[in-house]
C-alpha cells in the first residue's frame, strides 16, 4: 500500500495560524484591559473618597465659621490667636451679598462633596456617564476654589495683616482638591484640559481681585486704628436710649476694623454714639484697652456687655432697649 499525501496549503495554514495568534492575543489584551480597567476604577474610587473626605473638612470647617456668624454656635477655638480670626472674619472681606463669605465656602465645598460621592453611588450606565463629567467638574471648581482662596490669602496678609487659622486650613484643602482632580481624571486631550483651568483661573482672579479692591472699607476711615465715622443722624429717641444705656452700665466692645461694629453705630447715629461706652478691643487701635477684653473674654464684635451679661452681634435698638429695661423707645410702625 502506498501512502497518500495530502496536499497542504501553506496560505491556508498560515491564516490558520493567524486567525490562533490573534485570538489569542485579543483574548489576553482584553484580560489585561480589563484588569488595568478595574485597578483604574479601584484607584479612582479611593480618590474619590479622599476628596470626598477633605470637602467635609472643607464644610465642617466653613459651616462652622457660617454658624457662629449667625450668631447660632459659640466662640470656636482659633490655634494661632482669636484676635487674628475674629480680625479676618470680621473684616469688610468677610461678607458678601450681606452673608458671611463662609457659607459661599460651604456651599463650595458641598457641591464637590456632592460630585465625588454620586458615581459611587450610582450603577450602570448613569454611573459610567456622570464618572466623566463629574471629574471635569471637579477640577473646574477646585481650580476656582483654589485661586480665590489664594486671593484671600493674599487680602489676608497685606490688607488685614492677621494670621486665621480656619482661612488657611480652607486654602489647603482647596488646593488639595484641586491637585486630587487633576489626578483622578482620565484627560485623553491634555491641551483642553490645559485651556478650560486656565481660563476659568483667570476668570476668577480677575473677578476676586475685583472683589477685594471694592470692598475695601477700612480705607475710608480716618487711618490704622480709627473706626470708620458715623454718618447717620440720631434722633432724640436713639440719644435717650444711649443715654439710658450709658447710665446702666451698658458697654459695647468693638474693633475698629470691624464693619458690623460701625453698622451697629450707624443705628444710633452719631450724636447718640458720642453718649455711649465704647470700648475699643483691637491691639492696633487708639485707646485701646485690650487687657480689658481679654479679661472680659471678648471673642467676637461688636459685644455688648448689659446688666453683667455678654451678647454679641449687632443687635437692633428695640433689642437693646428690651436687654437693658428700657421702655422709652417706641417700636416702628
Known sequence: ????????????????????????TSSRLSERLGANRRRSDTGNRWLRVVIAVLATIGAIDTGSIT????????????PGGA??????????????????????????????????????????????????????????FSTGMAVFSLVLMGVMVLKIQAFCFFCVLSATLSLALFVLALIGGEWSDRGQLVFRVVLVGLVVALVGLGWAAAVDRPAAGGGRGVPLAVT????????????????????????????????????????????????????????SQKELCAAKRIEGFPTWEINGRLDSGVKPLQELARLSGYAGLQPPR
Request: with cysteine; charged share 15%.
Open 1 to 24: 500500500m502506498g501512502w497518500r499525501h495530502r496536499a497542504v496549503d501553506p496560505a491556508a495554514l498560515l491564516r490558520e495560524l493567524a486567525d490562533r495568534l490573534i485570538s489569542v
Open 67 to 78: 454658624l457662629k456668624r449667625w450668631g447660632l454656635l459659640g466662640s470656636l477655638s482659633c
Open 83 to 140: 484676635d487674628g480670626c475674629d480680625k479676618v472674619l470680621g473684616s469688610a472681606w468677610g461678607t458678601l451679598l450681606g452673608q458671611p463669605l463662609s457659607l459661599y465656602g460651604f456651599l463650595a465645598y458641598a457641591a464637590v462633596l456632592l460630585m465625588a460621592l454620586l458615581p459611587l453611588v450610582l450603577r450602570g450606565e448613569a454611573r459610567a456617564r456622570l464618572a466623566s463629567f463629574s471629574w471635569w467638574g471637579l477640577v473646574l
Open 232 to 287: 447717620t443722624t440720631s434722633t432724640p429717641a436713639t440719644i435717650a436710649l444711649a443715654e439710658h444705656l450709658s447710665a446702666s452700665g451698658a458697654v459695647m466692645y468693638t474693633a475698629w476694623w470691624c464693619p458690623h461694629c460701625h453698622d451697629q453705630k450707624q443705628l444710633f447715629g452719631r450724636e447718640a454714639v458720642a453718649r455711649l461706652k465704647i470700648v475699643e478691643c483691637a491691639p492696633d487701635g487708639r485707646n
